[in-house]
């Protein structure tokens, strides 16, 4: 989420940095900064100003001490730690010598951090990143080099990360390291360059190489060599790239909206990352209520627009079931107006990919006015919704910049289910071991999402099917149905034709009549026990002349019968399925909108964020 670039051995330290870092715009990020070192010397400059934040720190650079070769930038994307100056990267060592920029969560900060102030080691910053500095500082003071001492580091870390360290007690060398986070290594004739993403050196390196996980390496201007945890030597994979500047912000895509269907399992991974403590307690480090506080919710109100709703339909199911609290979900733009019924024990939900949709925003106020405790569930840290509500949990997919959402959706029903998971265990509605298969269950999702996104071309055959049709019903029950939901959505935003979604109940009480020969429906097919009712609503749907598209899970052997094509998808936990259902109907929206000459990226009259009423 965050950005990353280093450089050694550089006539123009400062603008490679600067500049790189104002190519890693598109990722979004509400802080920067950058280090330049030399031998005795380590100069920093850092900024938070949101989006201008990078050129804020070109303004603090203009006086930038002239002659240094190496350095270090960043541009943070907050999640632990508010968005300001002290917390932006690069940080330091308490001597001032170690410079590191991190992306990444450091799953086990604060036992290191408690540890390392025991042994005298002064923070700075409240961020998960600041261990690193003083980490490579012990190792350093006991005499190990520097990429020694980053190796002794990472073995004690756990989570996720791409990092980059620098010292003024050696000059000129850069170490980095990755687990999970992307990094990679760019060469020119005596320059040699790191970054997490290939835009930021695109236009300064001349050759590229792919550091794999657990992998770190030693970057000099004379090249780069890297071991591996236990200190043997490896090979980095060189990377062909011969994308232009925009090519490459999209990750090597045609779009960004290819790119975030593709960045979904990592925005699993990211949001569930540094969720439970060794006891087995579920818990969000940024969600300021107290165990008492949650124990004493007896109704639970989830507000949101478009995708958020969707979501937190996913929701009502899960913390039902689970945590048995009763759930009402609403429509945020209908909240305000029709005089809410707030109770005392009443939590009221805002769930909001941007954080600053105005209807969302609008409820939320009204529920705190009316005395509910509010909790956001965010994409941005520190977004108009975050910062006024009691409490927040942060899904943290990265920038989604597609106007059509689609990896927020994943994560915000990730963040829901664990937060129903954690209702579950205060209010001991389920035992210990069920939540553990759940949790457990729910980090598996991450890789069912990614071989759903195998699946890609299987979904555009479909679509290529049915290039001629005009008309949509997507049908689902349970937790199908907001999945059903979210594709007629896609579908929609994406192509313009007319799709709806609906319970595959209500089918008979209104949409047959509009069922005839020329109509397509689309049904999520994956519960098993919802299975036999959702063959007999297609056998009917069928038998008035429609086209069928299932989405059913690989074993399915039934679902032919009825199902004119068939979108496959690894079997899951019925719950988590619109996580994973969810990817063949943002593919097929997807492929169906290309086919139609559609602008996927920016369709027309929507915007990313509704800030009118
Ligand atoms: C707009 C976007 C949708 C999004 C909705 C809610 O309509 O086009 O993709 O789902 O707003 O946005 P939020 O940021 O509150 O999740």
Redesign the pocket.
């Known amino acids: 989420m965050c950005g990353i670039i280093g450089v050694v051995g550089s006539t123009d330290t400062l603008s490679t940095l600067l500049e790189g870092l104002q190519r890693l715009e598109y990722r979004g990020y509400d802080s920067a900064g950058i280090a330049l070192v030399r031998s005795g010397e380590t100069w920093r400059a850092r900024s938070a100003a949101g989006t201008e934040s990078v050129a804020a720190l070109r303004l603090e650079c203009e006086d930038a001490p002239a002659g240094f070769t190496s350095g270090l930038g960043h541009t943070r994307w907050a999640t632990h730690g508010a968005p300001e100056a002290v917390n932006a990267h690069p940080h330091l060592d308490c001597s001032g010598n170690i410079a590191i920029i991190h992306n990444g969560i450091i799953e086990n900060h604060g036992e290191l951090q408690e540890q390392l102030e025991e042994r005298g080691h002064v923070f700075t910053s409240v961020t998960d990143s600041e261990v690193l500095a003083h980490l490579i500082e012990e190792s350093r003071s006991e005499g190990l080099e520097l990429l020694e001492a980053v190796r002794a580091s990472l073995l004690v870390v756990r989570g996720a990360f791409a990092i980059a360290a620098m010292d003024a007690t050696e000059p000129d060398v850069i170490v980095a390291a990755r687990r999970i986070s992307p990094l990679v290594v760019g060469t020119a004739p005596g320059v040699t360059y790191l970054a997490s993403d290939v835009p930021a050196i695109l236009d300064r390196a001349s050759a590229f190489y792919a550091v794999n996980d657990d992998e770190i390496v030693r970057l000099g201007p004379e090249g780069f060599r890297a071991i591996d945890l236990e200190g043997s030597p490896v090979r980095l994979r060189q990377l062909a790239i011969d994308w232009d500047l925009e090519t490459a912000q999209k990750g090597g895509y045609d779009d960004f909206m290819t790119k975030e269907i593709n960045e979904q399992p990592d925005a699993l991974r990211s949001t569930l990352l540094d969720r439970r403590r060794h006891d087995g307690t579920i818990s969000f480090d940024e969600l300021r209520m107290s165990d008492d506080e949650l124990r004493e919710v007896r109704r639970v109100v989830l507000v949101?627009?478009?995708?958020?709703h969707h979501a937190a339909l996913v929701a009502k199911y899960a913390i039902e079931r689970w945590a048995r609290v009763s759930v009402e979900v609403d429509i945020s733009s209908e909240y305000r107006y029709r005089d809410p019924i707030v109770e005392i024990g009443t939590l009221v939900i805002g769930?909001?990919?941007?954080?600053?949709?105005i209807d969302?925003i609008q409820a939320t106020r009204e529920a705190q006015r009316r005395g509910a405790r509010v909790v956001a569930i965010s994409n941005v840290v520190d977004s108009s919704l975050a910062r006024e509500a009691d409490a927040v949990i942060y899904t943290r997919a990265g920038l989604e910049v597609s106007?059509?959402?689609t990896k927020?959706f994943v994560a915000q029903v990730a963040a829901l289910e664990l937060f129903a998971l954690r209702l579950a265990q205060l209010r001991e509605t389920l035992v210990p071991r069920d939540v553990e298969a759940l949790f457990l269950g729910l980090n598996a999702v991450g890789a069912q999402v990614a071989r759903a996104l195998e699946r890609r071309s299987d979904v555009e055959a479909v679509a290529k099917g049915l290039l001629g049709a005009r008309d949509f019903f997507f049908l689902g029950r349970h937790v199908g149905f907001p999945t059903a939901l979210e594709g007629a959505l896609k579908l929609k935003?994406l192509t313009y034709l007319h799709a709806e979604g609906y319970p595959a109940g209500e089918l008979k009480h209104g949409p047959l009549a509009l069922i005839e020969p020329g109509v397509v429906v689309v049904a999520v097919a994956t519960d098993p026990s919802m299975h036999e009712k959702i063959l007999s609503n297609l056998a009917e749907v069928k038998a008035r002349g429609a086209s069928v598209v299932a989405v059913a899970t690989d074993d399915d052997e039934t679902i032919g019968a009825v199902a004119d094509y068939v979108l496959r998808v690894p079997a899951s936990e019925p719950m988590f399925t619109p996580m994973v259902d969810i990817v063949p109907l943002q593919l097929f929206a997807y492929a169906m909108a290309r086919g139609l000459g559609r602008n996927v990226d920016r369709p027309r009259n929507?915007?990313?964020?509704?800030t009118v009423e």
Do not use: N
């Open positions: 949101a627009a478009g995708t958020s769930v909001s990919q941007s954080g600053e949709t969302t106007v059509a959402s927020a935003e929507l915007a990313k964020t509704v």
